[in-house]
């Protein structure tokens, strides 16, 4: 086994955060879908399709490894927000929260002198600093649009499309 129990147990969490991130990108998705904010709900199930692609490279890795892989119940999201401004800052403290689960995960791989891991991480590492960026700087524009989400829209119309998830996982 090239994973030890230990670790695998924390990619298997992780695989659910991932995965649980995913499902509340839907939700912020819909709920931009009901208020008729088409980009912005485009931008969330798009970040929904690259949350659950981080999964499967997560699973795919354990599975690789010889380990074990044992999702954990995922935990319900939140479905309805006050404003855009609220639904954008869950999807920013969630970014924040994942960069310190990855770090976590780093640090164990390092107790654990796992290099193989350790090498495989280096990928979300350096995701999460893409991940956070994106959000605060969405985060910032939304805040600065005040009640004219239009303002974002056009914003997030100008914006170069996203690579595909296949794309990502090289």
């Known amino acids: 086994m090239l994973i030890s129990e230990n670790l695998a147990q924390a990619f298997s969490t992780q695989t659910g955060n991932e995965f649980g991130a995913s499902i509340q990108y839907v939700m ?13 709900a485009a931008k969330f199930y798009a970040q929904a399709e690259e949350e ?5 490279k997560l699973a795919h890795y354990v599975a690789e490894a010889s380990g074990v892989l044992e999702i954990p119940a ?4 939140k479905a309805d927000f006050a404003s855009a401004e609220e639904a954008v800052q869950l999807a920013l403290d969630w970014e924040l ?15 654990e002198s796992d290099h193989l891991a350790q090498i ?5 590492v ?3 600093l893409e991940e956070v960026s994106s959000m605060d700087e ?16 056009e914003y997030l119309a100008r914006q170069p499309a996203p690579a595909a998830p296949a794309e990502q996982l090289q």
Do not use: C
């Not at 995922?74 to 999201?77: D, K, N």
């Not at 969405?138 to 303002?151: A, E, I, P, Q």
């Open 28 to 40: 912020v998705a819909a709920y931009f879908d009901r208020e008729a904010l088409p980009q912005l």
């Open 126 to 128: 350096n995701e999460q």
């Open 120 to 124: 495989f991480l280096q990928w979300f």
């Open 74 to 77: 995922i935990p319900a999201g």
């Open 97 to 111: 929260t994942v960069t310190k689960q990855i770090n976590g995960l780093v640090d164990l791989a390092i107790q």
């Open 52 to 56: 659950k692609m981080h999964a499967m």
């Open 138 to 153: 969405l985060s910032r524009t939304v805040k600065r649009s005040g009640d004219n989400l239009l303002h974002v829209e």
